[in-house]
Nanobody
Framework: QLQLVESGGGLVQPGGSLRLSCAAS????????IGWFRQAPGKEREGVSC????????NYRDSVKGRFTVSRDSAKNTMYLQMNSLKPEDTAVYYC?????????????WGQGTQVTVSS
């Protein structure tokens, strides 16, 4: 079964850290561009970070630069989002995404989403 399974969300105080995990099954994550998105209540889903499948530059939205880091572990076929110095405005449901780009189409997968709540 081709899927992404997320874990690691939760409640954290402002200034704290969380690490989200996203395990791929049924396909090789290394061949895919990976990304993290989030959606806060009443807002549109927005991109947080994206990493190309090989080489290239990892991009972050301005509001998380210097605080969030995306990575992947080939041996575990898993991607991560390390979130430090969390702020209340980071509260959202976070989704992982893996995309394989063909010349004229894209095949992508989404995780089920995990809630991150930053509150004192």
């Amino acid at each position: 079964q081709l899927q992404l399974v997320e874990s690691g969300g939760g409640l954290v105080q402002p200034g704290g850290s969380l690490r989200l995990s996203c395990a791929a099954s049924g396909f090789n994550l290394d061949l895919h561009a990976i990304g993290w998105f989030r959606q806060a209540p009443g807002k549109e889903r927005e991109g947080v970070s994206c990493m190309p499948s090989s080489g290239g530059i990892t991009n972050y939205r301005d509001s998380v630069k210097g605080r969030f880091t995306v990575s992947r572990d080939s041996a575990k076929n898993t991607m991560y989002l390390q979130m430090n110095s969390l702020k209340p405005e980071d509260t959202a449901v976070y989704y992982c995404n893996a995309a394989y780009y063909y010349s004229d189409s894209v095949n992508d997968y989404w995780g089920q989403g995990t809630q991150v709540t930053v509150s004192s």
